[in-house]
């Protein structure tokens, strides 16, 4: 199914990174682009560089904030024609002595923030001309086991099982739903990062990859091929897989990771 110019999308976390560059690209191509973020200088800055897009601020973890902005939408468009649900957020385990509630902040924002966004999103998701689409944005993480992602691994695995399901249920309802799954890219969180990633990617050469595959609203879509074969190794071979990881991470004498999100 070929893209439409002029359709109405709402992007989360797009105050930076990737959903910054999506921002940018779908707005390039004539289309209405809401992008919402907790950080309104970052959102201000955009909508600076393409008028096409409309900032809101919004945090996806907040219900009164949340339902503002869909209020504030819905004032602009009676419909929605897409949803990108990108906002997420990154904490590492440090073992011996992890901070265990990381898990819970993760999975608050990267899960049940997600799941706030769909809920919100879908009463003028179904009153689009055409269908309509829902975009997560996962990762491949979730594609083998990572030392220290526990939880920010079982946000994503989470996610993708919650709209794969999502499919089945709203296909009779003319809605589809995709699961994109990047590799390593270049953002903000990411450089907080203390370990090789390889085939990093830029953002906005990220941006052109989803925003190009989307046109034909793929189930899932996993990006770069290079790090997804690399990834089947962990299946393929666990026990190799654990040996080339878990010697190379004593993190006992190291300080936490923490990603900020957006």
């Not at 919402?36 to 809101?56: F, G, K, V």
């Not at 011996?96 to 966004?117: H, K, Q």
């Not at 990047?182 to 989803?210: E, S, Y």
Request: hydrophobic share 45%; aromatic share 6%; net charge neutral.
């Amino acid at each position: 199914m070929a893209a439409r110019a002029n359709k109405v999308i709402w992007i989360t976390g797009a105050s930076s990174g990737l959903g910054r560059s999506l921002a940018l690209a779908l707005a390039a191509k004539g289309n209405h682009v809401i992008a919402s973020a907790r950080n309104r200088q970052q959102l201000d800055r955009l909508t600076e560089l393409d008028a096409n897009i409309i900032p809101i601020e919004c945090d996806i973890t907040d219900e009164v904030s949340l339902e503002a902005a869909i209020r504030r939408i819905a004032k602009g468009s009676l419909h929605l024609d897409q949803v990108i649900l990108n906002a997420g957020n990154c904490e590492y385990l440090d073992f011996p002595e992890p901070d265990w509630s990381a898990a819970r902040r993760v999975m608050e924002i990267n899960y049940f923030g997600t799941l706030n966004c769909v809920k919100a999103a879908l009463p003028l998701l179904r009153q689009a001309s055409d269908r309509a689409h829902i975009v997560a944005i996962a990762s491949q993480v979730t594609a083998a086991p990572f030392p220290r992602a526990e939880a920010y691994g079982a946000s994503k695995a989470a996610m993708q099982y919650f709209f794969d399901s999502l499919r089945i249920d709203l296909a009779t309802e003319g809605i589809d739903v995709s699961v994109v799954n990047p590799g390593f890219v270049d953002t903000p969180l990411t450089r907080k990062n203390d370990f090789d990633m390889p085939f990093l990617m830029d953002a906005d050469q990220a941006a052109r990859r989803i925003v190009r595959n989307l046109e034909s609203r793929p189930r899932s879509y996993s990006f770069p091929l290079r790090l997804s074969v690399l990834l089947a190794l962990s299946k393929l071979m666990p026990g190799l897989w654990q040996k080339m990881l878990a010697p190379k991470n004593d993190y006992r004498s190291t300080e936490s990771n923490r990603g900020t999100g957006e």
